[in-house]
């Protein structure tokens, strides 16, 4: 393992007096402070060479840093070395015994990935490891894995696609009665006939912040992660820490659909093994007929429905169903489109004029803009196409920024209708 020291973390009671000294009486420069939501601290960069000090500012008295500085005072608090890959790292070190706080890295200051090592394993002294956003390998043909938040800004409302990393899925199923010569043009298979898709969760920032679906999650097993060809490298921890939110601060999850792809997200398995709701303030809203129809699955639609995905929300009281088209809050409503399921639904917002929508399996992918494009996986094709081809028309003429739920390369694009031919127009974040 090659590693290099990227800082030394100093955990810093009064501010103004660490400044003090490390700015004015030693004279350093101090780089702008960064909130790092995940440990409830401020980071203050000092650069001392190709290495840096890190002064360590608690935002919170539930932070550990706070808990740090009350046993033990002001002082080193850990130092960070830098590895090209950090899993590899971690499983290196766990093979030989060491003790690990993190087994698995998780989202740390400026996008990186992190992992502290127990002290009892490094003579007295706590180690993290840092693998920057530049310093990790993507995936071959990775594309926009590393963009895990693009923000976009609809009236009084801000959006942000977000990201739960990849997954695999066939080919054929993904384009129904369209022929493998038509889609593999658009969409190159991998050597088992599967398409590489994103998984795209939104947020909506308004009076209240939304999230719209929430990816596959990290409840499956090796198996299931194989057939799916999970990439999840980066995943929707990352993203939201990205964008600088919590899981405490999402008030409402939305559910376009509650199948596994996108509602996996709403639970974890805590340390007991017990699943519970993700998002510990969230109210989850759900269509009622989807509930009906996820709880009560038939032989055609068993596979995609998990039941660990949803029946927890139930059990915990933060299940809200709704029956109708309505408004879920200010500027966000959803509207059933039917077809990939019986109650599939979308969300349209609005705010200052302007329309987007999240428009989930109605139109997965850009390369599903053509009328006839429809996955196989739906269940009522033929409501799909009227669906589809109503929204089409009115995203056209509203100039509509339409987000993809699953598209690998355009989180969000506007439709233009060019001699009769729709076009997408992929938005700049
Ligand atoms: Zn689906
Ligand atoms: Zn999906």
């Not at 590895?83 to 499983?91: F, R, T």
């Not at 510990?280 to 009906?292: I, L």
Request: avoid cysteine; glycine fraction near 8%.
């Amino acid at each position: 393992m090659k590693a290099v020291l990227d800082h030394v973390g100093i955990a810093v009671v009064d501010l103004a007096a660490a400044l003090a000294f490390y700015r004015d009486a030693l004279g350093l420069h101090v780089e702008g402070a960064e909130d790092v939501v995940s440990q409830r601290v401020r980071a203050h960069f000092v650069p001392v060479g190709q290495a840096a000090l890190e002064l360590l500012e608690p935002t919170s008295p539930e932070s550990a840093i706070a808990k740090y500085t009350a046993k033990r005072g002001p002082g080193l608090h850990h130092i960070t070395l830098r590895v090209d890959d950090i899993a590899a790292a971690l499983a290196q070190l766990k093979a030989r015994g060491v003790r690990l706080v993190d087994e698995q890295p998780r989202p740390g200051a400026e996008g990186a990935l992190v992992a502290f090592i127990h002290p009892s394993s490094a003579h007295g002294v706590l180690v993290e490891l840092k693998q920057t956003r530049t310093s990790a390998h993507p995936a071959p043909d990775s594309g926009l894995q590393r963009d895990l938040v693009q923000r976009f800004t609809v009236g009084d409302l801000e959006l942000l696609s977000l990201s739960d990393g990849f997954l695999r899925l066939d080919g054929g199923s993904m384009f129904g009665v369209v022929p493998r010569p038509l889609w593999s043009a658009v969409m190159t298979p991998d050597d088992r006939n599967r398409i590489r898709l994103a998984m795209r969760p939104l947020v909506v920032r308004g009076v209240r912040t939304m999230l719209i679906d929430a990816g596959v999650g990290d409840k499956d097993g090796a198996k299931f992660q194989e057939v799916y060809g999970l990439e999840r490298t980066h995943h929707l921890d990352h993203s939201l820490a990205e964008a600088g939110l919590a899981p405490e601060d999402i008030d409402i999850v939305l559910a376009t659909h509650l199948h596994f792809d996108h509602a996996g997200g709403f639970t974890v398995r805590d340390r007991t093994g017990k699943v519970r709701p993700r998002f510990p303030r969230a109210r989850y809203v759900v269509r009622r007929g989807e509930w009906e129809d996820a709880t009560r699955p038939h032989e055609r639609s068993r596979a995609s429905y998990l039941a660990d995905n949803f029946l927890p929300l139930a059990e915990a009281g933060v299940l809200e169903l709704v029956s109708d088209d309505q408004t879920i809050m200010p500027g966000v409503r959803v509207t059933r489109t039917g077809g990939h399921t019986a109650h599939h639904q979308i969300a349209l917002i609005e705010s200052g004029g302007r329309q987007a929508a999240y428009v989930a399996e109605l139109i997965p992918t850009s390369a599903h803009l053509p009328p006839a494009w429809i996955m196989g996986f739906d269940l009522f094709p033929m409501e799909t196409l009227a669906a589809k081809k109503a929204f089409v028309q009115e995203a056209e003429s509203r100039r509509t920024l339409i987000f993809f739920a699953h598209d690998p390369a355009v989180a969000a694009g506007v439709l233009t209708n060019v001699d009769g031919k729709t076009r997408l127009e992929p938005a700049q974040a």
